[in-house]
């Protein structure tokens, strides 16, 4: 092995031993399949490992990790490749993408996952045991880095709190090589660090996470024109005012690109688009909806009655990758003189460089703290404030200036953190987690990796 200007360079020899302890594929810069083993959703990520182990088991896993660590090595693990993070290279990338076995035990209402699966994986057998994870707006993320990231479910988090807070047990690989399994009763340091640390402890390879009675929900999306922006704007905190645990609410302000990838109806547009979830009764979620509706017709209506496993339909993300950078900020309240900076962001939003400004409903059983509860920043807050901007680098620099400056209006109402699914890629562990959490998760990883292997796409924890 040699190191030049920070690059790593590995001998044919020492890939090839990795290679012959791995049933999955090991990929060095130039191979074949190299660049396809590091691609990540996010277009924008790019990373340039030194070697690319593309785990088939948690064997390949240990092996990975026992050879960085052998060689001093830096870690990075990789799903699906969603949330940006710093450029790094230099590094050894585990992939888990092969990694999609979802196990759904009905009697004890516990999915086992994965850590290469995605939420599709997940939602499908289960709602098949009349059951439903604390799953995320998408149904091509990651289960395993969602969760690890807090877990904010659009649908059943308000009902039943942080996806994190309901893992069961969890499978992870730590920078020994070893092989943990790990729960509240089995290292139950390790089990909160990694509810939140995500990778900063070692590779997960599965997770035992908590599954709902869940089988419908009312909800969907309405697409208001331009015109209507400001008024749902001031209509959303009239919505969610004194709303029950069961009803979850967000708006998104949408700057539809005109290409044909996008339908018609709503290509080269400026829309609101406002998402609701209903777990109660029909004409209770009419009811509570009714200041939207009293709005006008919408572009777009979806809202109805729909079987859980119809959830993309709500937030209707998109399914291809594509190059972006986003932000986000919490906030503790949403006073009229917050819903004016938004209203006055939707102005400058308009037909620009901004893609998407989300405003998000929380509270409900997310601000409970259970005794063993994980180190979730956004407990204290009452809204998500998200955005991201998407194009050629010229386009998202510009966009994230402008996007940036509406994040910072917000800041007189911010809880000065940020939720950790939604940080930016200039983030740190210190914009994620509480002051008293990071120094619990610096000891932490100072016990498990002291020497900071696991520094790699992750809101790196540094060892106390």
């Not at 196990?103 to 209402?109: K, L, S």
């Not at 700057?255 to 009764?281: D, M, Q, Y």
């Not at 990071?438 to 990883?445: D, G, H, I, N, P």
Request: glycine share 10%; net charge negative.
């Amino acid at each position: 092995m040699t190191e030049h200007q920070g690059r790593i360079t590995l001998g044919d020899d020492i890939v090839a031993e990795l290679a012959g302890r791995t049933a999955g594929s090991v990929f060095a810069p130039g191979d074949a399949g190299y660049a396809e083993a590091i691609a990540a959703f996010n277009l924008r990520s790019q990373q340039r490992p030194c070697l690319v182990v593309a785990a088939a088991g948690a064997a390949d896993v240990q092996a990975a990790v026992a050879f960085a660590a052998a060689h001093d090595i830096p870690v990075g693990v990789m799903a699906t490749g969603h949330q940006p993070f710093p450029t790094a290279e230099g590094f050894l990338l585990v992939t888990t993408s092969a990694m999609r076995t979802v196990e759904i035990d009905a009697e004890r209402a516990v999915a086992r996952v994965g850590a290469g699966a995605r939420w599709s994986d997940v939602v499908e057998p289960a709602q098949e045991a009349g059951l439903a994870p604390l799953n995320g707006s998408s149904p091509l993320v990651g289960a395993v880095g969602f969760t690890l990231g807090g877990g904010l479910s659009p649908f059943l988090g308000r009902s039943f709190g942080w996806a994190a807070d309901h893992v069961v047990a969890i499978e992870v690989v730590t920078p020994d090589g070893v092989l943990r399994r790990v729960s509240a009763e089995a290292e139950p340091e390790l089990f909160w660090g990694l509810r939140g640390g995500r990778s900063n402890f070692g590779v997960v390879t599965e997770l035992e996470i908590g599954l709902f009675p869940v089988a419908s929900f009312y909800g969907g999306g309405i697409f208001f024109p331009a015109e209507d922006v400001e008024a749902v704007l001031r209509a959303f905190p009239e919505v969610v005012r004194d709303a029950p645990n069961a009803f979850t609410c967000s708006v998104a302000l949408l700057n539809f690109p005109p290409v044909p990838e996008v339908p018609e109806l709503l290509r080269g547009r400026f829309l609101a688009h406002v998402r609701v979830t209903h777990l109660g009764p029909d004409e209770e979620a009419e009811k509570l909806i009714a200041p939207f509706r009293a709005i006008g017709t919408g572009v777009l209506d979806t809202v109805g009655r729909h079987p859980y496993g119809a959830f993309a339909l709500v937030h209707s993300d998109p399914a291809d990758p594509f190059p972006y950078e986003d932000q986000g900020t919490l906030l503790a309240e949403l006073p009229a003189k917050a819903v004016e900076s938004l209203v006055e962001s939707a102005q400058v939003a308009a037909g620009g460089l901004v893609t998407v400004l989300e405003i998000r409903h929380l509270g409900g059983a997310l601000t409970v703290r259970p005794a063993d509860a994980s180190p979730v920043a956004a407990r204290d807050a009452e809204f998500s404030v998200w955005g991201a901007t998407v194009g050629p680098p010229e386009v998202v620099d510009a966009g994230m200036a402008m996007l940036g400056g509406m994040i910072e209006r917000l800041s007189p109402w911010s809880t000065g953190l940020t939720y950790m699914n939604f940080a930016g890629r200039g983030d740190r562990a210190e914009d994620v987690f509480t002051a008293a959490d990071l120094e619990r998760l610096e000891a932490l990883k100072g016990q498990y990796d002291p020497r900071n292997l696991f520094r790699v796409n992750n809101h790196n924890i540094a060892p106390e």
